[in-house]
């Protein structure tokens, strides 16, 4: 399960679960005010039987002056109690009276019943939100899947054109020797194979191994390849320190790719992008138009130009979360863009 899935399935549960455990919760808090109503309701039909036959063990009984006190009606002030007539008397009433402590324990065993069934209760609820969040997310998962299953089909048809390619351009080069134009349909080809290379990130589940990955040489290397695709920008390398992770080499490589393909995809005419390594943040810096809006740019499919798809940052920001790599954007409109990768947590896991 892809972890926008999980996402989405807890979300889903929660609001579910959390929908019926109120419910449930008030529910059985009128169940308790109802059943104590009605407790209170049958221990004063007991009182009323008892000032009749005066043998009722639970009570105690008292001569109460006549006052005040209403007849025939129940008290509930630090205890239970209730004042009756006595046959013949004028002066004094007959008080029947339950005790707090007792009330209170009744109260307490018949609240242990209804936590034993509002645990119950809940243990049912759990099994009814993941059925649900199951159910009414399965047609989603369903599409997804099947978008799924549409790229990889659309990416294995890639292969066998792209194979073909590359063999006749190496087999034109052998012969024929270097020529400018097939040097530009070789950085023709290799665009198309950074974009099958995102597309088999975006369709990715979870890393793979991980290795140790010298940051500075992989830099370089990757450096190197887009210099043979935009042959116009200027790239350089610097690095101040060596540094050496543990982490995924293939998906660290499409983070760097994609930014760098970014930064000379829509730099300006004779621009530079640099990449240095400080410490254990990698540094890319460019001379492009910019970016309007950071906080959309990593959104899915957004995309400020009319060039692209608008996968590649997207694909940037849900491979460094896989990674834990932290990226800090800077950007000015028609000035460039600094992209910052903070390596820290992959060089602590190799020390």
Known sequence: MKRYEKESLVKNFLVFFSLLEILLVLLFLELYHSYKTEYKQSLYKSMQVCS?????????????????????ELYDDNGLYAFFTIPKSEKFNLKISYSKQNFDEDMQIEI??????????TVVLLGISMFFTFYSLRPIRDALQLNDEFIKDILHDFNTPITAMVLNIRMFKEEKGEDPYIQRISNSINTIMLLQNNLKSFLRHSPSHNQKVDIGHLAKQRLNNMSNIYPKITY???????????????????????????AGKYNKAKGTVELSIVGDTIHIIDTGKGIKSIEKVTQRYYKEQDRGIGLGLHIVEKLSNELNIKITIDSQVNRGTQFMLDLSDLSKEEE
């Not at 009749?52 to 025939?72: A, G, I, R």
């Not at 019943?113 to 645990?119: E, G, Q, R």
């Open 236 to 262: 350089t390398f610097r690095k101040d320190n060596d540094l050496i992770c543990l982490t995924n080499k293939e998906l660290l490589t499409r983070i760097l790719d994609n930014i760098l393909s970014n």
């Open 52 to 72: 009749y036959t005066m043998n009722c063990s639970q009570f105690t009984f008292d001569f109460s002056p006549k006052n005040n006190h209403q007849l025939n």
């Open 112 to 121: 242990n019943n209804f936590w034993l069934k509002f645990i119950a209760a």
